[in-house]
T-cell receptor, first 112, second 112 residues
Framework: DSGVTQTPKHLITATGQRVTLRCSPRSGDLSVYWYQQSLDQGLQFLIQYYNGEERAKGNILERFSAQQFPDLHSELNLSSLELGDSALYFC???????????FGPGTRLTVL | GQQVMQIPQYQHVQEGEDFTTYCNSSTTLSNIQWYKQRPGGHPVFLIQLVKSGEVKKQKRLTFQFGEAKKNSSLHITATQTTDVGTYFCAGRRNSGNTPLVFGKGTRLSVIA
């Protein structure tokens, strides 16, 4: 158990819909990262927050947005969903910025 | 942009054989991290290498960072069935808050 929690574990939805993925970092970690992992693909970095502020942005689509709240939990919002958005979405956290990352169990999103 | 290439993509070995995965970057890295993801699991941090030519060992695992800080390798001696999984390298450029870029991973299968 990494100490990072993600909900829900599975999500099945239809094209055009909007979903919210939730992540609680390890106690004491200030950075939260979101990654997308498609079948047979590596981990695609989406976005990083550090202590409530956006720090780095990766290949995140305009239909996707995220935020980190004062209690440091984070949410990833995916809207106007397409079939190609089906993937595993991981949240990770670290104490500082870009040091050892602890990954949550992931949310498996299926868009039908 | 920065790219991190990993080879091979897949490797099947007999239990007891050695295994090596290689990671190459198109740019000089400030550091490189290695993660392992078991089937159905989430990535787990293994190690971080920072210095040019650095070699670190963890039991049967040996990690190396190239002299030019553009490549790295992970070598497992006498593989066991518990080594099964996908091994990812991830590197960062040494400029600002650039994100960690993950390779696509090497999937290791161990035949008992």
């Amino acid at each position: 158990d990494s100490g990072v929690t993600q909900t829900p574990k599975h999500l099945i939805t239809a094209t055009g819909q909007r979903v919210t993925l939730r992540c609680s970092p390890r106690s004491g970690d200030l950075s939260v990262y979101w990654y997308q992992q498609s079948l047979d693909q590596g981990l695609q970095f989406l976005i990083q927050y550090y202590n409530g502020e956006e720090r780095a942005k990766g290949n995140i689509l305009e239909r996707f947005s995220a935020q980190q709240f004062p209690d440091l939990h984070s949410e990833l919002n995916l809207s106007s969903l397409e079939l190609g958005d089906s993937a595993l979405y991981f949240c990770a956290s670290s104490v500082g910025s870009w040091d050892e990352q602890f990954f949550g169990p992931g949310t498996r999103l299926t868009v039908l | 942009g920065q790219q991190v290439m990993q080879i091979p993509q897949y490797q099947h070995v007999q239990e007891g054989e050695d295994f090596t995965t290689y990671c190459n970057s198109s740019t000089t890295l400030s550091n490189i991290q290695w993660y392992k993801q078991r089937p159905g699991g989430h990535p787990v941090f293994l190690i971080q290498l920072v210095k040019s030519g650095e070699v670190k060992k963890q039991k049967r695992l040996t990690f190396q960072f190239g002299e030019a800080k553009k490549n790295s390798s992970l070598h497992i001696t006498a593989t066991q069935t518990t080594d099964v999984g996908t091994y990812f390298c991830a590197g960062r450029r040494n400029s600002g808050n650039t994100p960690l870029v993950f390779g696509k991973g090497t999937r290791l299968s161990v035949i008992a």
